[in-house]
């Protein structure tokens, strides 16, 4: 027997709705690429989401259809966001820090028909537009009298002039909630890029579930700041669960610099903050240095890479921000733990709850997680057995765009995503990464997580990032060398570092030696890039050898 309920598919139009008759005052602020700050509000979203959905008509781009971006996080983003899949096509998101080849690539994989872009990639997609026939409209997101008269790329308009023509009146169609709504492309650090194609399904309750009060707790009440940027995974899911919520939302732009982020935090009033470490460590260095506070920020989300445990007590002692260290792929929409306390950790000293909030945290409701051992059975939660970490629900990916399925089937038939980490899971069911698969040092038959080793150098104050890597050893198979940059005007000797390691991790976990490095290489999401690195050291030989 069926419910008697109203049956309305979950789709992502039905959160920008919502928004504007709800929340139609709620403010949307930007940095622009121009430099200036832009103001509006979820009402004039709607209204030129509903523009871009008519543009996209008139132009003949049919339902399914990819519409690609090149964008900082910004208010014409967002309107595609809710224009583009809310009108049935689906929004490509593209990282403008791939390789230019590899974002012809995506652009060809992708058939993506229209393209819109920041006037910062202008010299990208002038490097690729010749290498993309399928694209059959380009777009400057500026206003028509900032467009470059002789760009080279054939018919570019201005978004400001293509859905301006348009009307802002419209009705969203009522597709299946099955239907692609987005995608991204993984970023590549682990081999090709991947397309991940996201549904109206899954984007919504991917949004539901990030405000809820265990994940990023958003409401009505919260200005909010995706730092994360919208050309990768979502910014997080932000932009939909700011519709869901009605929140201020305040966008960076391109400038994400200590002290832009930091004045837009004050000047907005920004109570909630989502970044990777990376940026936060930038942010972190400005206020020190120029001994400010946060008047307004409560709280930060930290993921994408592991959260030092030095930057959480940074952030919560020396300046009251609580940090929710969370985990999550391309692959699961991103978010699939998060990391908060439970009632009985409240009465715990300060210290054991940090020990906690290092971990990646626990399974949101909707997402399910296990760690395994080689033989596929499933590892006991007890904080200590690591495996290979497996997750499955409704917003964690299925098959790759015109790929494989990559799950795994468990005894009952059930499929599970394999998320190349190895993991620990403890009693109350909190997560922990020990590593990527293929970065864990394996020495004389016992791994050593790199993270673990990354994160006791970070918490030497001369250091601002720490990379580890595994060495090939004729003994040992490998040995871990870590590779650190410093701070600016601070030094610390290979011998110091090293001393630094005593009493903090097992003495066979010690690295064998300290590189010094200008800086650690990163990739396109902001991530050590661990391959980059060992590419940077070749003909190295460990001490001894
Ligand atoms: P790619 O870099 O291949 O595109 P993603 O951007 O999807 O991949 O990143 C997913 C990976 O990032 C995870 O599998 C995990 O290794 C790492 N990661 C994400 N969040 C955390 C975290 N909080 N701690 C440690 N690792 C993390």
């Known amino acids: 027997m069926l419910g008697l309920m109203q049956s309305q598919p979950l789709l992502i139009s039905s959160l920008i709705t919502f928004a504007e008759r709800h929340h139609g005052?709620?403010?949307?602020?930007?940095?622009?690429?121009?430099?200036?700050?832009?103001?509006?509000?979820?009402?004039?979203?709607?209204?030129?989401?509903?523009?871009?959905?008519?543009?996209?008509?008139?132009?003949?781009?049919?339902?399914?259809?990819?519409?690609?971006?090149?964008?900082?996080?910004?208010?014409?983003?967002?309107?595609?966001?809710?224009?583009?899949?809310?009108?049935?096509?689906?929004l490509h998101t593209i990282n403008p820090r791939l390789h230019p080849e590899q974002v012809a690539w995506i652009v060809n994989h992708a058939e993506d028909q229209v393209l819109c872009f920041d006037m910062t990639f202008l010299p990208l997609v002038q490097a690729v537009h010749a290498k993309c026939p399928t694209v059959k409209k380009w777009v400057a997101l500026c206003d028509a009298d900032k467009l470059p008269a002789d760009s080279?790329?054939?018919g570019l308009t201005s978004y400001e002039e293509w859905i301006g023509a348009a009307s802002s009146t419209y009705a969203w169609p009522q597709i299946d909630e099955n239907s692609a709504s987005s995608m991204c492309y993984t970023s590549g650090t682990t081999g090709n890029p991947k397309g991940v194609l996201y549904s109206h399904r899954s984007t919504?309750?991917?949004?539901?579930?990030?405000?809820?009060?265990?994940?990023m707790n958003l409401s009505a009440r919260d200005a909010v700041l995706p730092v994360v940027p919208m050309f990768h995974v979502n910014a997080w899911g932000i932009p939909y669960s700011a519709a869901l919520t009605g929140c201020k939302v305040v966008f960076p732009g391109p400038a994400l610099d200590g002290k832009s982020v930091y004045e837009l935090v004050e000047?907005?009033?920004?109570?909630?903050?989502?970044?990777?470490?990376?940026?936060?460590?930038?942010?972190?260095?400005?206020?020190?240095?120029?001994?400010?506070?946060f008047s307004t920020l409560k709280r930060t989300v930290i993921g994408g890479s592991a959260c030092p445990p030095a930057m959480i007590t940074a952030f919560q002692e020396e300046f009251g921000v609580n940090v929710l260290h969370a985990w999550g792929m391309t692959e699961t929409s991103p978010?699939?733990?998060?990391?908060?306390?439970k009632n009985k950790h409240l009465q715990l000293p300060r210290a054991q709850q940090e020990l906690l909030q290092q971990k990646q945290g626990r399974a949101i409701c909707g997402v399910d997680l296990k760690i395994v051992g080689g033989d596929g059975k499933e590892l006991p939660w007890d904080g200590k057995t690591y495996g290979d970490l497996l997750v499955r629900g409704p917003w964690i990916l299925d098959s790759y765009f015109k790929g494989d399925s990559p799950l795994i089937k468990d005894e009952n038939g059930v499929?599970?995503?394999?998320?190349?980490?190895?993991?620990?899971?403890?009693?109350?069911?909190?997560?922990?990464?020990?590593?990527?698969?293929?970065?864990?040092?394996?020495?004389?038959?016992?791994?050593?997580?790199?993270?673990?080793?990354?994160?006791?150098?970070?918490?030497?104050?001369?250091?601002?990032?720490?990379?580890?890597?595994?060495m090939p050893h004729p003994k040992w198979d490998e040995r871990p060398i870590v590779a650190v940059s410093l701070k600016p005007g601070a030094s610390v000797t290979r011998e110091e570092l090293l001393k630094f390691y005593e009493g903090k991790t097992a003495k066979w976990q010690i690295p064998d030696d300290v590189v010094f490095v200008e800086a650690i290489p990163l990739g396109a999401t902001g991530k050590m890039l661990k391959t980059k690195l060992r590419e940077q050291l070749q003909g190295y030989k460990l001490p001894g050898l």
């Not at 919504?204 to 994940?215: E, I, R």
């Not at 920004?270 to 240095?289: C, D, E, I, K, S």
């Not at 998320?419 to 016992?446: C, H, L, N, P, Y």
């Open 152 to 154: 080279g790329i054939p």
């Open 415 to 470: 499929g599970w995503f394999p998320t190349g980490d190895v993991a620990t899971i403890d009693a109350d069911g909190f997560m922990q990464i020990t590593d990527r698969s293929k970065d864990v040092i394996k020495s004389g038959g016992e791994w050593i997580s790199s993270i673990d080793i990354e994160n006791i150098a970070m918490a030497h104050p001369a250091v601002t990032m720490a990379a580890c890597i595994g």
């Open 267 to 293: 000047a907005e009033g920004v109570t909630f903050a989502a970044g990777v470490p990376t940026v936060w460590q930038m942010l972190l260095t400005h206020v020190r240095a120029n001994g400010l506070k």
């Open 25 to 90: 005052d709620g403010e949307i602020v930007s940095r622009r690429v121009e430099g200036d700050i832009h103001r509006y509000t979820y009402r004039e979203l709607a209204q030129r989401s509903r523009q871009l959905a008519n543009a996209l008509e008139a132009l003949g781009v049919p339902q399914g259809e990819r519409v690609a971006s090149i964008a900082w996080n910004g208010y014409r983003h967002m309107e595609m966001y809710f224009g583009v899949s809310g009108s049935g096509r689906v």
């Open 204 to 215: 919504t309750l991917h949004a539901y579930a990030a405000a809820l009060p265990d994940v």
């Open 335 to 341: 978010l699939g733990t998060l990391c908060t306390l």
